[in-house]
């Protein structure tokens, strides 16, 4: 017992000596599982519940960065332009899903600003978030198709 007592006592010391952990944030897509999306990924476009158009994303955050009071806003550029309607979100613990090492955010969507699917259906867009709070930046150039 005497050695497991040390050791408890030597363990605030081991982790400040390791210092803070840098947070990471990945774009991804998925509405029940994250998915990680890398530059030049197709992403599925979705007809939705009202009339308009949009792709589903997603959040993987590692790190501390505790994820209550944080505002994510996601967007989509085209060759600098932007293609969207403004998304933001307000997150609580209760909204994020926890990782071994952070926190993910399903089912987001960003909204396009586009009269019928064939204004983005085959455009490579650049698509972004960022994390207010932990000022966290991520944006993946997709190409949009149709699955």
């Keep these: 017992m005497d050695r497991y007592n040390r050791c408890m006592k030597m363990l605030p010391l ?22 990680d999306l890398a530059d030049d990924d197709e992403v599925a476009l979705v007809y939705g519940p009202q009339g308009g158009w949009h792709v589903d994303v997603a959040l993987l955050c590692t ?17 600098g332009v932007p ?18 090492d952070g926190w993910e955010r399903l089912g987001d969507r ?25 000022g966290l930046v991520e944006t993946q150039r997709v190409r949009v198709q149709v699955r």
């Design 63 to 79: 790190g501390d960065l505790d994820p209550d009071g944080v505002v994510v806003r996601y967007g989509a550029e085209e060759a």
């Design 14 to 35: 081991l982790l400040a000596a390791c210092g803070p952990v840098e947070e990471t944030l990945a774009l991804g897509t998925g509405t029940s599982a994250f998915t």
């Design 110 to 134: 960003v909204v396009f600003d586009v009269a019928a699917d064939t204004d983005v259906l085959g455009a490579t867009l650049d698509l972004w978030a960022t994390v207010e709070g932990g």
């Design 83 to 100: 293609i969207s309607y403004p998304v933001e979100v307000q997150l609580a613990e209760a909204l994020v899903r926890p990782t071994a």
